[in-house]
């Protein structure tokens, strides 16, 4: 029963992704910026993606800031580009806590919802705020 939710709740989110890549228009510089948070690792983070192509990325942890971090973003076809950008441990694994730092990472966007999924196995997004 439990392989069965899990499989379901997996294979309805690819549904939903498909359906969102194919009926999103491509990103741009008047679409992707905002302020984006996401829920995971026992946090929230908030990127501030900015209209000049810079970000600003906090991740609070019980209300206490585990990692701030921001630099400049961009575009590449269907993805968005961050150098540098920290990524939390602990997705999927509740046990880590250490954040990653990457020189440079890409997440794909999604325009509908909107969204940006930084992982191949989409545990990792985060999710445009309204204004």
């Not at 309805?12 to 992704?17: D, E």
């Not at 008047?30 to 991740?59: L, M, N, S, W």
């Not at 997705?91 to 730092?101: A, L, N, Q």
Request: glycine share 10%; net charge positive; with cysteine.
């Amino acid at each position: 029963m439990k392989t069965r939710t899990i499989a379901t709740r997996y294979g309805l989110g690819l549904l939903i992704i498909g359906f969102v890549v194919g009926c999103s228009k491509a990103p741009s510089s008047k679409t992707v910026p905002g302020t984006y948070q996401g829920t995971y690792a026992k946090g929230v983070e908030t990127v501030h993606i900015k209209r000049d192509g810079t970000f600003d990325q906090v991740f609070l942890r019980d209300g206490a800031l585990v990692y701030s971090n921001s630099g400049s973003w961009r575009i590449d076809r269907w993805k968005v580009v961050f150098e540098p950008f920290v990524e939390p441990d602990g997705i999927g694994d509740e046990r880590k806590t250490s954040p990653k730092k990457y020189d440079i990472a890409s997440g794909t966007w999604h325009g509908i919802l909107p969204l940006i999924i930084f992982s191949d196995d989409e545990r990792y997004w985060i999710t445009k705020q309204e204004k």
